[in-house]
């Protein structure tokens, strides 16, 4: 019995039946599914709060059936549930939240399945690209609900799909196909010191995207909307919640597992590092669970409220509590972040600091790796270049904004890092 | 053998001479053996320390999981540390440990997941 409750899939599968009886508990059917059409009829670029657009019950209906879809895949290719595929499952269940639904994700996974097919290899083995890959998934829905093709060509309102729905699937399938080689060779670039790699590839694609669009002139690329807060207690309790269940779940396994805790805070988490099977599914369970807490007392701390953006950024901070994220080097860098909205002309009224305070964690890894003055100097730089970064991806359609601003974080700290560290880098030893 | 597994090979082959320089090694020999079902990276090295055979045993013997090998194969052969090999253990199956008079052989294999192109 208790192999069974260890298990992480387990831990998904108590999540979404907690966030599709919550969906129908606040909302009755109609609403929902009224909500849900909203939804998938949204651009859903940059910044499109779902709990706005289509209300609480549809938003968690949203997120409910992409995390299922994506646990019965996973079960289907009979893949392990490793740190980096548990990681991919709670960062799409949390950006499903604002931007991701069935609609606009399904033809980048099948760009990408097209692309493992002519590499003769499983779809399988690409299935982190997979995974992270749907952070685009805006263009596809931009294609096809923003742009108002039958204005522009100067025809009956029919055309807008008649036009918008193949633009819409073939640039995701584009997308999906060139990610996987692209994704690899981003890496380099940041020599994994960026957790949101294919965040940052999505940010080139999304840059090309925009410049693209840009230059026909025809274009509105800013179509982001207001965030809604009117959901917080809802939210804040789901967040207590989950966090509690994983907790539990690493507790129901082994009583002792927080003896275990500290080697697991003593890595880096520099990709590619699989906490699940480096450090086994307790203590990864546990370590998700204290992140998510951690999430509930910063926000409380700096009295945000939760929104669709920023549950999206807790549950990713969450996941990847399996894939490289502890207290230890995720803290610095927020305080750095913090240090860097307090400290110059930003503030935390707008969406996007708020957001940036917890997707800078990101650069986790340099705080990890060179400790944790580094790691606030990290967090400082990364909240600075973060709005440059959205200029570059003007249109809003690569949701790992952050991802793209850690790529260039890590790319301009690690090399002089590695240059001037005496021992060529020697860090504790791990076990 | 595809470009993608050729480029693989030789990051391979970086890291473990990395690895042995990095750890003040500086005589060592290494041979490739490439087969159609498994390649073999056998190193030779003269007094290897017992901590250090124990820690490539606990990185290496680790379960391979390609997912993660496609996903992060660019970053083997960038090591910047002693304790490393984290990547390298997603590229190998295993690894066997035997001892040649002063010298110890390590032997790496790395078996053939990739469907050949025809």
Request: hydrophobic share 50%.
């Amino acid at each position: 019995m208790t192999k069974i409750l260890m298990k992480p899939r387990i831990a998904l599968i108590v999540m979404f039946v907690l966030l599709f009886s919550m969906a129908f508990y606040f909302d009755d059917v109609s609403t929902i599914y009224h909500g849900y059409i909203a939804i998938l009829r949204s651009p859903s670029v940059l910044i499109s709060d779902y709990l706005e657009i289509g209300g609480l019950g549809a938003t968690l209906f949203n997120v409910a059936t992409i995390l299922l879809i994506n646990v019965v895949m996973i079960s289907y290719l009979k893949m392990k549930m490793s740190g980096p595929v548990f990681a991919g499952i709670l960062t799409i269940a949390g950006f499903s939240f604002f931007g991701k639904n069935i609609f606009n994700t399904i033809p980048i996974y099948i760009g990408i399945y097209i692309y493992a097919r002519m590499q003769s290899l499983d779809f399988k083995s690409f299935f982190i690209v997979v995974l992270f890959s749907t952070g685009i998934s805006p263009i596809v829905s931009f294609m096809i609900f923003g742009v108002g093709w039958a204005d522009w060509f100067g025809l009956s309102p029919f055309w807008n799909y008649w036009i918008g729905v193949p633009a819409g699937v073939v640039l995701g399938l584009i997308t999906g196909f060139v990610l996987p080689a692209f994704g690899a060779h981003t890496i380099r670039f940041h020599k994994g010191y960026n957790l949101y790699n294919i965040g940052f590839a999505l940010g080139v694609l999304s840059m090309l995207f925009s410049a693209l669009l840009r230059s026909f002139h025809f274009i509105d690329l800013d179509q982001g909307g207001p965030t809604s807060e009117a959901f917080h207690s809802e939210l804040l309790l789901l967040t207590i919640v989950l966090s509690l269940v994983f907790i539990a779940i690493a507790y129901v396994n082994d009583l002792q597992v927080h003896k275990k805790y500290w080697s697991l805070m003593k890595s880096s988490g520099r990709l590619v590092s699989d906490y699940i099977r480096d450090y086994g599914r307790s203590v990864s369970m546990l370590n998700v669970g204290v992140l998510g807490i951690m999430c509930v007392i910063i926000l409380w701390v700096l009295n945000f409220e939760i929104n669709g953006p920023i549950m999206g950024g807790i549950l990713t901070v969450m996941g990847f509590g399996s894939f490289g994220k502890h207290p230890r080097n995720c803290l610095p860098v927020m305080f750095g972040a913090y240090l860097a909205v307090v400290l110059t002309d930003h503030s935390f009224d707008g969406i996007g600091m708020m957001t940036a305070l917890l997707f800078v964690t990101a650069v986790a890894p340099i705080a990890g790796r060179y400790g944790v003055l580094i790691g606030v100097l990290a967090g400082f730089i990364h909240v600075v270049i973060t709005p440059l970064a959205l200029v570059f991806q003007e249109g809003g359609f690569n949701l790992y904004n952050n991802g793209f601003a850690a790529g260039f974080v890590a790319a301009l700290m690690i090399p002089f890092l590695e240059a001037i560290t005496k021992n060529n880098g020697e860090e504790e030893e791990e076990q | 053998m595809s470009k993608q597994e050729i480029k693989l090979l030789t990051k391979i082959i970086r890291e473990l001479s990395l690895y042995m320089l990095m750890h003040g090694y500086r005589k060592f020999s290494l041979t490739t053996e490439y087969g159609q079902s498994e390649t073999r990276f056998l190193l030779k090295v003269q007094g290897l320390e017992e901590s250090l055979k124990n820690h490539i045993k606990e990185k290496v013997n680790r379960e391979r999981e390609i997912e993660v090998e496609t996903y992060g194969w660019e970053l083997v052969g960038d090591v910047d540390s002693h304790s490393e090999l984290e990547i390298l253990g997603l590229l190998v199956d295993y690894v066997e440990i035997s001892e040649d008079g002063e010298d110890t052989v390590l032997t790496f294999v790395r078996k053939s997941m990739y469907k050949e192109k025809k």
